[in-house]
């Protein structure tokens, strides 16, 4: 039979045990809600692509989930919080990366065909990603939450840029980098990616 003494240590032992399952049950469930909320808002998105944002409900989603209507009003107090977590999302995953492509510009020159790779290229400038873009930007002409969300957006763009260019010339990158490629997405004729780049070392040279 175990004396005292070591009926204490394995007292320690399965107490030590169970705490270190209880984290390890506890991170796995911290886990499983960030995958929950990544295929929500994932789910979120493609509704709105597909039927625009007012039909975007916590039953529309759901159904794209496979979920219950339930699960999503328990999560969120209200449609604008999932339709905000979407838009996060998108605005998070366009971001990080355009900040890795400017990451990996050495110089001037480098950090230029960065920015013509986020017009012409597949970062921000698909036809799914600028739909979205549009629903979030009439959102944002009425209501402040999602006026917020698109002014944190810029502003983690114009950071981006700051990495390489000064503050003024970063406003102004940011603003041709939407101009353009808002028109370019909607022009039959877009302006090609040599013709964009000039313009854009032309400013940064000025």
């Not at 030590?16 to 469930?29: H, K, L, P, Y």
């Not at 159904?63 to 998070?92: C, H, N, V, W």
């Not at 402040?144 to 000064?166: C, D, N």
Request: contains cysteine; proline residues 2%.
């Amino acid at each position: 039979m175990p004396n005292r003494l070591e009926c204490s240590n394995i007292k320690r032992c399965c107490a030590s045990a169970s705490a270190m399952g209880n984290q390890e049950q506890d991170m796995a469930a911290s886990c499983d809600r960030a995958d929950n909320g990544t295929r929500i808002a994932q789910a979120a998105l493609s509704v709105i692509l597909e039927h625009g944002v007012r039909e975007a409900t916590c039953r529309w989603v759901a159904a794209q989930e496979q979920l219950s209507p339930g699960t999503l009003t328990y999560r969120y107090k209200s449609i604008d919080a999932l339709l905000i977590d979407a838009f996060t999302f998108m605005i998070d995953e366009i971001s990080h990366a355009f900040h890795q492509r400017l990451v990996q510009a050495e110089d001037i020159d480098g950090a230029c065909e960065a920015i013509a790779d986020l017009i012409c290229g597949n970062i921000w400038a698909t036809p799914n990603h600028l739909t979205l873009s549009f629903e979030l930007y009439a959102l944002a002409s009425r209501q402040e939450a999602y006026r917020a969300l698109l002014q944190e957006w810029m502003s983690r763009s114009r950071a981006a840029l700051h990495r390489h260019f000064s503050t003024e010339i970063s406003w102004t990158l940011d603003v041709l980098i939407e101009g353009y490629t808002i028109h370019n997405f909607f022009n039959s004729h877009p302006m090609s990616r040599e013709k964009i780049l000039l313009a854009i070392t032309r400013l940064v040279r000025e």
